[in-house]
């Protein structure tokens, strides 16, 4: 049976690896939008269809940006929970 620790992390891998996979998404998204609003800038009908799909890219990117913020934090709890600092460990000597 796993640990409470075990499942702890298991479950914060998924949602690291799940966050990434949306920052992923929503930054193609971004990408996608903003050629459209550059498209759309260089016709001649610019007016309320650029406004609306800037501000469409503006939240895009935000989502984007908290996606990635949360998957940063989610892979670094689990790091750190885990133990991969980077270092070796220590041996312990048993006595």
């Known amino acids: 049976m796993a640990t409470r620790t075990e499942r ?42 650029l406004k609306r799909t800037l501000l469409k890219t503006e939240r895009v990117l935000k989502v984007a940006g908290r996606a990635a913020l949360i998957a940063a934090v989610a892979a670094g709890l689990a790091a750190t929970r885990v133990g991969h600092s980077g270092r070796k460990p220590v041996p312990r000597v048993g006595r």
Not at 17 to 23: G, N, T, V
Not at 33 to 47: M, N, P, T
Request: aromatic share 4%; proline share 2%; no cysteine.
């Open 8 to 49: 702890f992390m298991r479950a914060a891998v998924r949602a690291a690896q799940q966050a990434r996979q949306w920052a992923r998404t929503t930054a193609r998204e971004a990408d996608r939008l903003l050629q459209e609003a550059r498209k759309q800038a260089s016709s001649e009908d610019r007016g309320p269809r």
